[in-house]
């Protein structure tokens, strides 16, 4: 989808407790912002780390 405002609405409608954001940037985001993509990895790793105690 080109439009992400549509994108967000839509996955906000079929997937129950999505964690999604629009960033601005191309197909490289990881290359153009790779400090803030590499916090939302983290966290989002740590708060699904099966491991006792995170």
């Known amino acids: 989808m080109t439009d992400a405002a549509a994108a967000l ?3 906000r409608a079929h997937v129950p407790d999505i964690r999604i954001e629009a960033w601005d940037g191309t197909h490289s985001l990881p ?4 400090e803030r ?5 983290i ?3 740590d708060a699904h780390d099966p491991a006792p105690g995170g």
């Open 9 to 11: 609405k839509r996955a």
């Open 31 to 34: 290359f153009e912002q790779p």
């Open 37 to 41: 993509i590499s916090a939302q990895l």
């Open 43 to 45: 966290a989002f790793i």
